[in-house]
T-cell receptor
Framework: DAKTTQPTSMDCAEGRAANLPCNHS???????VYWYRQIHSQGPQYIIH???NNETNEMASLIITEDRKSSTLILPHATLRDTAVYYC?????????????FGTGTRLKVLA | ETGVTQTPRHLVMGMTNKKSLKCEQH?????MYWYKQSAKKPLELMFV???????ENNSVPSRFSPECPNSSHLFLHLHTLQPEDSALYLC?????????????FGPGTRLTVT
């Protein structure tokens, strides 16, 4: 099982980059890293995922270290609407099928 | 809008009632999931369906009964619930289960058991 570890909470000033770290030191070579966020009492929202290379989309960038034991989600210009709980997930395989194990995530608060 | 809808959005029911939660996805996905999120706890996976077949039941009490009549619809039938079953129930879908695909979540049903 690839378990992830994230800080409990972080603050970020509006307009600045938010860098959210995640440790996944037991990740296997073919396991992806996924990031989701959950704004209060809503369903989680997919943000981005990656395997080895850094990835970027319209929402965020994902930086994965060369040894793949950790990653960082970057929100380049955080806004108040980015205040949410951010989850880093490495899907677990059982009998050939994949499932997510959600941890407690990082509670990001963007400050005006 | 994620393409996954859930109804009702809020539900209050007594312990002796029977009710059903409905989930519908308009994404052409083949896997659907039920999650439970209790207050201040992580999301817990309850059930998984892949191509209409149940592939996972995470030791969920029998008072929760899922049904997946086709790949677009998923139900959670509730009966004789307990107050500790009050939670946010989330439905999600993904392309299928045998590879990692992103999951798309509905807005959830906030259930209160009185």
């Amino acid at each position: 099982d690839a378990k992830t570890t994230q800080p409990t909470s972080m603050d970020c000033a509006e307009g600045r980059a938010a860098n959210l770290p995640c440790n996944h030191s037991t990740i296997s070579g073919n396991e992806y890293v996924y990031w989701y966020r959950q704004i209060h009492s809503q369903g989680p929202q997919y943000i981005i995922h990656g395997l080895k290379n850094n990835e970027t989309n319209e929402m965020a960038s994902l930086i994965i270290t060369e040894d793949r034991k950790s990653s960082t989600l970057i929100l380049p210009h955080a806004t108040l609407r980015d205040t949410a709980v951010y989850y880093c997930i490495v899907p677990r395989t059982t009998s050939g099928t994949y499932k997510y194990i959600f941890g407690t995530g990082t509670r990001l608060k963007v400050l005006a | 809008e994620t393409g996954v809808t859930q109804t009702p959005r809020h539900l209050v029911m007594g312990m002796t009632n029977k009710k059903s939660l409905k989930c519908e996805q308009h994404l052409g996905h083949n896997a659907m999931y039920w999650y439970k999120q209790s207050a201040k706890k992580p999301l817990e996976l309850m059930f998984v369906y892949n191509f209409k077949e149940q592939t996972e039941n995470n030791s969920v009490p029998s008072r929760f009964s899922p049904e997946c009549p086709n790949s677009s619809h998923l139900f959670l039938h509730l009966h004789t619930l307990q107050p500790e079953d009050s939670a946010l129930y989330l439905c999600a879908s993904s392309q299928e289960r045998w590879q990692t695909y992103e999951q798309y979540f509905g807005p959830g049903t906030r259930l209160t058991v009185t």
